[in-house]
Nanobody, 124 residues
Framework: QVQVVESGGGLVQAGGSMRLSCAASGRTFSRYTMGWFRQAPGKEREFVTA????????YYADSVKGRFTISRDNAKNTVYLQMNSLKPEDTAVYYC?????????????????WGQGTQVTVSS
C-alpha cells in the first residue's frame, strides 16, 4: 500500500511560479506511475500530468503543457510539480495519486491511492 501526502500549495499572483511536492510511503514507490489531478470549485476533478515509474515518460493536459513540469526522485519517494506562468484558472485543489498501471494514466479511475490535496490559489 502507498500513502501520499501533498505539500507546497498556497497563494501566488498570476504569472508566478509554485512547486508542489508529493511524498509517498512504501518501498514499492518506484513501481508506480504518479499523477497530479486538480479540482476547481464547482468543477469535476481533471487530469493535469503524470509520470511513469522510471520518469522516462510524462503526460500533460493541453491546458498546462509548456507551463507545468512533473518530475520524480525515486530515492526520495517524491514527485514534484513545477508550475510556471500560473493563471487564475489554475486555481484548484491539487491531488497527487499513484497507480500500478502504465496506460490510461489520464483517467482518475485508474489510480489506487490518493492524497488529501493541497490548495493552489492564483490571484489576478
Amino acid at each position: 500500500q502507498v500513502q501520499v501526502v501533498e505539500s507546497g500549495g498556497g497563494l501566488v499572483q498570476a504569472g508566478g511560479s509554485m512547486r508542489l511536492s508529493c511524498a509517498a510511503s512504501g518501498r514499492t514507490f518506484s513501481r508506480y506511475t504518479m499523477g497530479w489531478f486538480r479540482q476547481a470549485p464547482g468543477k469535476e476533478r481533471e487530469f493535469v500530468t503524470a509520470i511513469s515509474w522510471s520518469g522516462g515518460t510524462t503526460y500533460y493536459a493541453d491546458s498546462v503543457k509548456g507551463r507545468f513540469t512533473i518530475s520524480r526522485d525515486n530515492a526520495k519517494n517524491t514527485v514534484y510539480l513545477q508550475m510556471n506562468s500560473l493563471k487564475p484558472e489554475d486555481t484548484a485543489v491539487y491531488y497527487c495519486a499513484a497507480t500500478g498501471r502504465s496506460y490510461y494514466v489520464t483517467n482518475e479511475n485508474e489510480y489506487y491511492y490518493w492524497g488529501q490535496g493541497t490548495q493552489v490559489t492564483v490571484s489576478s
